[in-house]
């Protein structure tokens, strides 16, 4: 089934799209699934609305390594003579952001960062591990269905001791692979970087390439070949640290994260249908 035939494109936003019901009942399916993958009681639950502070994703990094991916939330404060003005622009087709004033909250982008904060102090000898679900926004506009700007990501996150971190995330690799297989779909697994932005970005993914930080596994999605619809990353104790998530020893916790791009496997498993 091609991706017209279930996702309403927007003729003024490339990269936006809505979703028909046969889309959302796929997506319905690859969540329950997803839920069935670990045991009720084993695991915390947590929502999250498609934003996110902006102080969290400043702490994360994530403005350092990827700018040109972060969607910011801007909001007009002026008075009436500053509407008026920014009213002259909008009717005269300019850019009217320089009316706007930047906001304490920013487009999520990638699931698991609201859930660090809330990980902050103490962690017990055994860890935690958190199933979170949410709308995310990166700002790659294209044609091209597989790489859309809003979408839904699943995540399993880990957080604990190094070597049970690492281990856990070392399993979903497998786990992950089997998962796709029993959706009929044919996986490959690989080494992979994050798009990391600036003069250091080729050594910051040669370095993640080398200590196989991240993992991504890829389907053919036709008609867009090749498409990541799955990672599964370590982040050793960097959000320990910026969080203040602590064993009981007082150390940074280490954290890992399995995640599962929603729309993507939804195209993936409506490709193979007739």
């Known amino acids: 089934m091609h991706a017209r035939n279930v996702l309403l494109a927007d003729r003024d936003a490339p990269g936006v799209y809505g979703r028909e019901d046969?889309?959302?009942a796929v997506v319905e399916q690859l969540t329950n699934a997803i839920t069935d993958l670990v045991p009720r009681g084993a695991i915390e639950h947590l929502r999250f609305p498609p934003v996110v502070g902006r102080r969290t994703?400043?702490?994360?990094?994530?403005?350092?390594?990827?700018?040109?991916?972060?969607?910011?939330?801007?909001?007009?404060?002026?008075?009436?003579?500053?509407?008026?003005?920014?009213?002259?622009?909008?009717e005269a087709g300019q850019d009217w952001g320089s009316?706007?004033?930047?906001?304490?909250?920013v487009l999520t982008p990638a699931a698991c960062y609201a859930v660090y904060p809330h990980l902050s102090g103490k962690l017990t000898d055994g860890?935690?591990?958190?199933?979170?679900e949410s709308w995310c926004y990166r700002h790659e506009p294209t044609e091209s269905a597989q790489r859309m700007r809003a979408f839904r990501m699943r995540e399993y996150v880990r957080s604990g001791q190094p070597g049970i971190v690492r281990t856990w995330r070392d399993d979903w690799i497998v786990r992950a692979e089997s998962f796709l297989r029993g959706l009929s779909l044919h996986p490959e697994v690989?080494?992979?970087?994050?798009?990391?932005?600036?003069?250091?970005?080729?050594?910051?993914?040669?370095?993640?390439?080398?200590?196989?930080?991240?993992?991504?596994?890829?389907?053919d999605i036709e008609p867009f070949g090749s498409t990541a619809v799955m990672s599964c990353n370590y982040h050793g104790e960097h959000f320990g640290e910026v969080f203040g998530i602590q064993l009981p020893d007082g150390s940074a916790a280490h954290t890992a994260c399995v995640g599962f791009g929603l729309e993507r496997l939804a195209l993936a498993i409506l490709a193979t249908r007739p």
């Open 99 to 105: 009316h706007q004033t930047l906001s304490d909250v």
């Open 57 to 90: 994703v400043e702490r994360c990094g994530y403005l350092h390594s990827f700018p040109h991916l972060l969607g910011s939330v801007h909001t007009f404060t002026g008075d009436n003579r500053a509407h008026a003005r920014m009213m002259e622009a909008v």
């Open 190 to 219: 690989v080494v992979a970087n994050d798009p990391f932005f600036g003069a250091g970005a080729r050594f910051m993914a040669n370095s993640q390439r080398d200590q196989q930080l991240k993992f991504e596994l890829l389907v």
């Open 22 to 24: 046969q889309f959302e």
């Open 127 to 132: 860890g935690r591990c958190v199933d979170v």
